[in-house]
């Protein structure tokens, strides 16, 4: 049987991406619907409430393409394969890596959406994800802790708040063209509670 109806006139995941980076940088509530409809193809307002519902939920669909495309940058942090501090440090290299590539808005949409006023709860979606990251980090560093990695005499909480004050602040300091040696310079100076005889 023949399909009816007008096919789409465009491509949904080219769509998505384009509006992912639109919130990335400039963040939820300062992107327009128009400026989403300009950068989306083109799409009129009855194929993008057709595809996407609402602008909110659009910002979901976001998040969760971010999480997928940019955000893996992290999940060394739970690789039961790497010892801790290799999972803490290969995580937050690959972070600077992804946060400084010209590809795409520099820093992360994660970290960047804590300073915007997501509406009607939006910001959950991200902050639960920054609290995955930091729960982790805690972890790596007790284990850390538990196996010599860590120097006799350190304060495992204030290791894990430095190293996810150090993760989210790659993002910052990204967006504001930190080169990417002097970020990986610190995140080395973030170890230095670490035994480095092992």
């Known amino acids: 049987m023949p399909r009816t109806g007008r096919p789409r006139e465009y491509d949904r995941d ?3 991406r384009a509006a992912t980076h639109l919130f990335w940088e400039h963040g939820f509530d300062a992107v327009s619907l128009e400026q989403l409809l300009k950068a989306m ?12 519902k609402s602008k909110e939920q659009l ?3 976001a998040v969760a393409y971010y999480l997928v495309e ?11 394969a790497l010892p ?10 690959r972070t600077a890596a992804m946060q400084c590539d010209p590809s795409h808005p520099s820093g992360c949409l994660v970290g ?9 709860g939006l910001n959950a979606l991200t902050a639960d994800e920054r609290a995955r990251n ?25 290791v894990a708040a430095l190293l996810d004050g150090l993760l989210l602040g790659i993002s910052i300091m990204a967006r504001d063209g930190v080169p990417r040696d002097t970020i990986n310079a610190a995140i080395s100076s973030g170890f230095s509670d670490w035994r480095s005889d092992l």
């Open 14 to 16: 080219a769509a998505l």
């Open 59 to 61: 910002y979901r669909d």
């Open 84 to 93: 801790p501090r290799k999972r803490l440090e290969v995580a937050l290299r």
């Open 41 to 52: 193809g083109g799409l009129s307002k009855a194929s993008f409430y057709a595809a996407f």
């Open 134 to 158: 930091r729960a982790l980090i805690g972890q790596c560093v007790r284990e850390a802790l538990a196996i010599g990695e860590l120097k006799p005499g350190v304060e495992p909480d204030g």
């Open 70 to 80: 940019h955000g893996r940058v992290s999940d060394d942090l739970a690789n039961p």
């Open 112 to 120: 960047l959406s804590a300073m915007t006023a997501a509406t009607g």
